[in-house]
């Protein structure tokens, strides 16, 4: 299944993004969003959806967690993403080889770190 979004969760200041956890998972109506957890388990995530989860069917795409530790899973998951939005300096910078990587398979870049708050780091054209 095609990754639609990818979504650094990350605590700020001893607090989940509950409102961006929640707006990812709407999303996911339309296309599987991964999570990235960064420092956050997933049972936590998990007390913040518990109560829309039930308002949704059953059929949608939803939600992957993928532990930001797990670097294969992470890559993966970013490298076909048609938005990321990165939290923390973890994505990768303009220079690394994961960006060869996008560009190889025509990504493009947006935006740059923004300390606290997430934003979109690269959409790629959707596949004709």
């Known amino acids: 299944m095609q990754t639609r979004r990818v979504i650094e969760i990350v605590q700020s200041g ?13 999303a ?4 599987l969003v991964v999570f990235i957890l960064n420092g956050v388990t997933p049972r936590a ?3 913040v959806l518990d109560p829309i ?15 930001v530790r797990d670097k294969t899973r992470v ?4 490298l076909f993403a048609e938005e990321i939005y990165a ?3 973890f ?11 996008f560009q ?17 780091v690269r959409k790629r054209r959707p596949h004709a």
């Open 87 to 89: 939290a923390t300096r």
């Open 45 to 47: 995530v998990d007390l």
């Open 75 to 78: 890559r993966d998951a970013v």
């Open 14 to 26: 001893g607090y989940l993004p509950a409102e961006l956890i929640l707006t990812g998972y709407w």
């Open 104 to 120: 190889a398979h025509r990504a493009r870049w947006h935006g740059h770190f923004k300390a606290g708050k997430p934003h979109p």
């Open 53 to 67: 989860v039930v308002t949704l069917p059953l059929t949608i795409p939803g939600v992957l967690y993928v532990d």
């Open 91 to 101: 994505f990768p910078s303009p220079g690394s080889s994961l960006r060869h990587s």
């Open 28 to 31: 996911s109506q339309s296309g």
